[in-house]
């Protein structure tokens, strides 16, 4: 188990992941507190299927008004659901992508190899708004750029994100960057 943690930029606070990926599946837990919108915390599962195909993205996330859930689940045959419910929305998504958590750019560029090898591959991704928790469409495009850089691209929303030879993201510019013990 490796533990990441980051500083959040774009939520103005902090983010740590306890991450395993072993044959193919990642498995990780992690907290975040941010202080943009408003301040929240959240706590996350996260477990994918061979491939790094998303299975399960459980989250819980509280501010000073409210607390929320979400079960976010992929059958594994393109469809998926959120807490029972199904989102149509999403269907055909690998993916899925926690807003504000730099962790779930792994999956897209780890199983093709975006951080070490050329290539440009678009995904729809089912993406889950922080700290509302609301489950989304969003089309992204990585792009490999050179050695442990990749292209994230969406809409108008443009960042040349730098990772490290496991696939894990170092630096997000305007979202997020990797702590290093001191």
Known sequence: MRAITWEVS??????????????????????????????????YELETA????TRRLSVAAETGA??????LRHDGHGRWTANGEPLPAVDGALDCDLGLCPLTNTMPVLR????????????????VSVPDLA???????YTHLGPGRVR????????DL??????????????????TAR
């Not at 193919?24 to 941010?34: I, T």
């Not at 730098?162 to 702590?179: C, N, Q």
């Open 10 to 43: 774009g939520s103005k606070g902090f983010e740590t992941a306890w991450v395993q990926i072993a044959d193919g599946v990642l498995r990780a837990r992690g907290r975040a507190v941010g202080t943009v919108p408003e301040p929240y915390w959240i706590s």
């Open 112 to 127: 093709h190899g975006l951080h070490r090898a050329p290539g440009e591959r678009e995904f729809l991704m089912a993406w």
């Open 66 to 71: 409210w607390t929320r859930t979400l079960d």
């Open 162 to 179: 730098e990772f490290d030879e496991e696939g894990f993201v170092v630096d997000y510019p305007r979202l997020a960057g990797r702590l």
């Open 152 to 159: 994230y691209s969406s809409g108008d929303f443009r960042s």
């Open 50 to 53: 061979e491939g790094l195909v």
């Open 135 to 141: 489950v989304r469409p969003s089309r992204q495009t």
